[in-house]
């Protein structure tokens, strides 16, 4: 079984400040995968950065970098200079690997507001 | 860019009426999966299918839902009869299962209003 945990229902930052979205999981595969989306209020679900747990550093991309704490069970999502269209709903998702399941498991969401 | 489609976009209908959602997965992937979006329950995985075959439909009201992949380029969602609680946003997500870093990739979603 997995689970997802995201304990900020919502977030304000100052436009072109940094800012941290927290999410812990639970599993007990071995090998897994933790996934970023965002969500704006247009709806759809873009992807945004993902570590598998195999992963010994960090991933980022662009303004993006996910601060995994394996030990710990942690996979925040860093938001570095933050811009108004940072703003929207962010969701933490995790997958199981090597296993025909492959079925993820999304957090609840931070709605993230950016402000001017 | 390769993506995935959802039809149709939009679907406002009375109750008790058939509704038929379609998507189109990524060429190539051979997972899909169902999700429901409401505010009071956020997103939850109704239904997923590895090379066509069903392996997980259990959150999916089974007395009303159904979900089929006719070919590899097709995957269907209906609901008879719909009711208003079926209102939601439904996603439609694939994504290839053998390579590790593969991300599952969303459609647009379906807006469903059932009156």
């Known amino acids: 079984a997995q689970k997802i945990t995201q304990t900020q229902p919502g977030m304000f930052v100052q436009e072109k400040e940094a800012v941290t979205l927290d999410c812990t999981y639970d599993?007990?595969?071995?090998?897994?995968?933790l996934f970023w989306y965002k969500q704006p209020s247009s709806g759809e679900m873009i992807f945004l950065i993902y570590?598998?747990?195999?992963?010994?550093q960090n991933a980022t991309e662009g303004r993006y970098s996910l601060n995994f704490q394996k030990a710990r069970k942690s996979a925040n999502l860093v938001i570095s200079a933050s811009q108004l269209g940072d703003s929207a709903m962010y969701f933490c998702?995790?997958?199981?690997?090597?296993?025909?399941?492959?079925?993820?498991?999304f957090g609840d969401g931070t709605t993230l507001t950016v402000k001017p | 860019d390769a993506r995935v489609t959802q039809t149709p976009r939009h679907k406002v209908t009375e109750m008790g009426q058939e509704v038929t959602m379609r998507c189109q997965p990524i060429?190539?992937?051979?997972?899909v999966f169902w999700y429901r979006q409401t505010m009071m329950q956020g997103l939850e995985l109704l239904a997923y299918?590895?090379?066509?075959?069903?392996?997980?439909d259990s959150g999916m009201p089974k007395d009303r839902f159904s979900a089929e992949m006719p070919d590899a380029t097709l995957a269907t969602l209906k609901i008879q009869p719909s009711e208003p609680r079926d209102s939601a946003v439904y996603f439609c997500?694939?994504?290839?299962?053998?390579?590790?870093?593969?991300?599952?990739?969303f459609g647009d979603g379906t807006r469903l209003s059932i009156l």
């Open positions: 599993t007990s595969d071995q090998s897994y995968g």
């Open positions: 060429l190539g992937h051979n997972t």
């Open positions: 570590q598998g747990s195999y992963d010994e």
């Open positions: 997500a694939s994504r290839y299962t053998g390579v590790l870093d593969q991300p599952q990739h």
């Open positions: 998702a995790i997958i199981p690997l090597n296993t025909n399941a492959g079925k993820s498991t």
């Open positions: 299918f590895r090379n066509r075959a069903p392996l997980d």
